[in-house]
């Protein structure tokens, strides 16, 4: 019982603060100081089908970004926490210094609840804010805080991981530098976190 709480606790603290870091993601998305600009497509990006269902796991992606909720280590928790923030603010400052964006397929006509929601995801979110995909860079910093506290259940994690970042791409939502951009900014908040330290420090408990 005490363990369901203190998952609880740290899921609620992972909502609440990825929220807010949220709203700036909206503001960024629909307001550009700058020209939104296109990168180039890559032969990946031409040869990747577009698969309206895939929307769902593409959905789905970002729960991994919940899975520090589940470790008792409160300082690889915290760790977690301030590298999710560190990669979301570097996404931010790109956002707003160097906004791209993307051109999307015609609307899908389909009646099939995937195709529902893919029209949805249209309205909520524009096609700008392209470059580092976010949707990729707190998902991989998941992963890893879980794969660190429970080392024999990364690779399998990995493995399931890999197909759902590819959903980004077949939902053309992004290009593949976008995935690569994510995954760089996941690393650098993994990497400074280390170097300062924040694993060592005593973290508040949760």
């Known amino acids: 019982m005490i363990q369901a709480q203190s998952i609880a606790k740290r899921l609620i603290i992972i909502i609440v603060w990825t929220s807010i870091l949220y ?3 909206v503001i960024t998305n629909r307001h550009q100081f700058f020209t939104p ?3 180039p497509l890559s032969s990946i990006d031409q040869q990747m089908p577009f698969w309206t269902w895939t929307v ?10 919940y899975l520090p909720a589940l470790i008792d280590d409160q300082r690889l928790f915290w760790r977690a926490m301030v590298a999710l923030t560190i990669g979301v603010v570097i996404n931010y400052t790109v956002f707003v ?3 791209t964006v993307i051109e999307r397929p015609p ?8 195709d529902d929601w ?3 995801l249209l309205i909520v979110d524009t096609p700008a804010n392209c470059f580092p995909s976010g949707h990729v860079t707190s998902p991989v910093v998941g992963c890893w805080a879980f794969g660190r506290a429970f080392p ?3 690779w ?6 890999l197909p759902f970042t590819l959903t980004i791409l077949t939902t053309k939502q992004h290009y593949v530098w976008d995935l690569l951009g994510g995954l760089a900014t996941a690393g650098i908040g993994i990497w400074v976190t280390r170097r300062l330290g924040v694993h060592q420090r005593e973290a508040p408990s949760c």
């Open 23 to 25: 709203v700036f993601y």
């Open 37 to 39: 600009s296109f990168l």
């Open 56 to 65: 769902v796991p593409y959905f789905m992606l970002i729960w991994f970004m």
């Open 97 to 99: 210094l160097w906004p």
């Open 107 to 114: 609307v899908p006509t389909g009646t099939a609840f995937y």
């Open 118 to 120: 893919y029209r949805w």
């Open 152 to 154: 024999k259940h990364r």
């Open 156 to 161: 399998w994690l990995w493995l399931i991981f």
